[in-house]
C-alpha cells in the first residue's frame, strides 16, 4: 500500500465517522422536535423573491393535497407565471387578487386604504374558512407599513386563527411586532439585481 493510499483511507475513514456522529446529532435533534401547529411565516426584505418563496410554499402544500388561498394587497390584476400554473389546481387554489396596484400608480390614499381594507376582509374570510390549510397575504407587510391597515387588529387576528392554519406573509419592511410575533422570519437580501444594468422584468423569471 502506497503513502497516497494509505492517507485516502485514512480520510475516507475520518469522514465517515465524522458523518456518524452528525448523523447521531441530527437524529436526536429531530426526536425532540414534537410539536404541530400552523406556522405564521414572514418573508421579507429588499432582496428578489418574497412572493415567489411564497408561491414554492402553495405549491407544496398542494402537492400534498391541501387547499391553499392568496390574497394579493398591492399587485394588480396582471397574469403571473405562478398563476397561470396554480390554476392547474383550481379545485385546490383560490387567488383573490385585491390591489390596484403599488400606491405610486393609484396616486389615491383613500383608495388605497380601501382596497387594503376589502383585501383584509377577504384574508379575514379565507382563514375563517375550515377548508384551508395554508394562506399566504401577498404584500401585506406594504399596506401595514403605509398604516393602510391597523396594526394591532391585524396581529390579533392572526394570533386568534385556529391552531392548524399555516399563514404566509410577504411585502418589504415587515413590522417588528409582527416579526416578534411569527414562528419563521426569512430576511431576502439584496446583493444584486439585473434591473440595476438597464435589464427590463422578463417572463419566466420576474413574472
Not at 176 to 205: C, S, Y
Request: hydrophobic share 45%.
Amino acid at each position: 500500500m502506497t503513502d497516497s493510499t494509505a492517507d485516502a483511507e485514512e480520510l475516507n475513514r475520518r469522514h465517515a465517522e465524522k458523518m456518524k456522529r452528525r448523523k447521531a446529532l441530527q437524529e436526536r435533534a429531530l426526536a425532540s422536535k414534537t410539536v404541530e401547529k400552523g406556522l405564521l411565516m414572514v418573508h421579507t426584505g429588499k432582496g428578489k423573491g418574497k412572493s415567489t418563496a411564497a408561491f414554492g410554499l402553495m405549491m407544496r402544500a398542494v402537492g400534498h393535497g391541501m387547499r391553499v388561498g392568496m390574497v394579493q394587497f398591492v399587485k394588480g390584476a396582471w397574469s403571473t407565471g405562478e398563476t397561470v400554473a396554480l390554476e392547474c389546481f383550481e379545485d385546490l387554489v383560490d387567488f383573490h387578487t385585491m390591489g390596484e396596484g403599488f400606491t405610486w400608480d393609484t396616486q389615491d390614499r383613500a383608495r388605497d386604504i380601501a382596497a387594503a381594507e376589502a383585501a383584509w376582509a377577504k384574508a379575514k374570510e379565507l382563514m375563517a374558512d375550515p377548508r384551508y390549510r395554508l394562506i399566504v397575504l401577498d404584500e401585506l407587510n406594504i399596506v401595514l407599513r403605509m398604516d393602510y391597515l391597523a396594526l394591532d387588529e391585524v396581529l390579533a387576528t392572526l394570533a386568534a386563527r385556529r391552531p392548524d392554519l399555516h399563514v404566509c406573509i410577504t411585502g418589504r419592511n415587515a413590522k417588528p411586532e409582527l416579526i416578534a410575533a411569527a414562528d419563521l422570519v426569512t430576511e431576502m437580501t439584496l446583493v444584486k439585481h439585473p434591473f440595476e444594468a438597464g435589464v427590463k422584468a422578463q417572463a419566466g423569471i420576474e413574472f
